[in-house]
């Protein structure tokens, strides 16, 4: 499996961006996909994730402003974004998808996207 993250950016505070994490390779045996990030100085930390069968889960301080959803195009491409809306200097981060199977190898990483929040 590989992931190809982009969408990252400068935005100015109650801005938003659209993360966008292209899945290619054996993408018919991820369970589930999903996004985390790592602020300067701070361990990385789940944002949002989505199951094959449609289940989404948010951290706490993202609910309500975030928003996960996929798009399979075929068998051997899938597509997580994660929209961002009324974003604030605390979501500033290098944002990573991840993609997890239950068969080993079981997690996938993409190469990670800067998002900056800030005036």
């Known amino acids: 499996v590989q992931l190809q993250a982009s969408g990252g950016g400068l935005v100015q505070p109650g801005g938003s961006l659209r993360l966008s994490c292209a899945a290619s390779g054996s993408i018919f045996s991820i369970n589930l996909m999903g996004w985390y990030r790592q602020a300067p100085g701070k361990q990385r930390e789940l944002v949002a994730t989505?199951?094959?069968?449609?289940?989404?889960?948010?951290?706490e301080d993202v609910k309500g402003r975030f928003t996960i959803s996929t798009i399979s195009r075929d068998n051997a491409k899938n597509t997580v974004y994660l929209q961002m809306n009324t974003l604030k200097p605390e979501d500033t981060a290098v944002y990573y998808c991840?993609?997890?199977?239950?068969?080993?190898?079981?997690?996938?990483w993409g190469q990670g996207t800067l998002v900056t929040v800030s005036s």
């Open positions: 991840n993609a997890y199977r239950y068969v080993y190898p079981n997690n996938f």
């Open positions: 989505i199951t094959s069968g449609g289940n989404i889960n948010y951290a």
